[in-house]
């Protein structure tokens, strides 16, 4: 299995809903990520779990709450989000934690996220 | 700062033309990927280029790597419908300031194939 499995594939949520993204992947990958991507933007990284803990947080708000339950599986909880927060979230891995030899991340199709 | 500048930013071409995609940064990087990514999906990793002055090939696209590893490009070949996609350079930086690593995008090509 190469691949990284995210569902929904699409997700509509108000504002006052709690709503949570699930990833999966099953090549024995140690670190896991989550990136928030706008329309004809680059990703921009949010969090990452290295080893099942939480390595960084880039400075995102507390409705978005990460999650790593064990080595295979990546949550994102949503609470109270706004519209502003609508965006294609992609989960990543890849073998290691970032360090200075990389050979680049395995990403999943993302999650379409729409909050009204 | 991005630290990764791609250009052009969208490129809109003809079945069978040639083209080159670009990703400049006045940092080092220890290794960079090219990505493809279509959309409603997940970035595909294309290749991945480590060694300055590298040159890799796949199928009608060529990646190489700057011999001082700052810059990279990407050349397609007779480009098809199907090539039409997000393309983002992505590299491994070392952070001046705390000494960690961190993994950059690029700004982004557009691409678009017109049969």
């Known amino acids: 299995d190469t691949e990284v499995t995210q569902t929904p594939k699409h997700l509509v949520m108000g504002m006052t809903n709690k709503k949570s993204l699930k990833c999966e992947q099953h090549?024995?990958?140690?670190?896991m990520y989550w990136y928030k991507q706008k329309a004809k933007k680059p990703p921009e990284l949010m969090f990452v779990?290295?080893?099942?803990?939480?390595?960084i947080n880039e400075s995102v708000p507390s409705r978005f709450s990460p999650e790593c339950p064990n080595s295979s599986l990546l949550n994102l909880h949503l609470h109270a989000l706004q519209p502003e927060d609508s965006a294609l979230y992609l989960c990543a891995s890849s073998p290691g934690p970032r360090g200075k030899t990389n050979y680049g991340y395995t990403f999943g199709s993302g999650t379409r996220l729409t909050v009204v | 700062t991005q630290l990764l500048e791609q250009s052009p930013q969208f490129l809109s071409i003809q079945e069978g033309e040639n083209l080159t995609v670009y990703c400049n940064s006045s940092s080092v990087f220890s290794s960079l990927q090219w990505y493809r990514q279509e959309p409603g999906e997940g970035p595909v990793l294309l290749v991945t280029v480590v060694t300055g002055g590298e040159v890799k090939k796949l199928k009608r696209l060529t990646f190489q790597f700057g011999d001082a590893r700052k810059d990279s490009s990407l050349h397609i070949t007779a480009a098809q419908p199907g090539d039409t996609g997000l393309y983002l350079c992505a590299g491994t930086n070392s952070d001046s300031t705390s000494g960690t690593y961190k993994y950059i995008f690029g700004t982004g090509t557009r691409l678009k194939v017109l049969a």
């Open positions: 090549m024995g990958h140690r670190a």
């Open positions: 779990y290295s080893y099942e803990k939480l390595s």
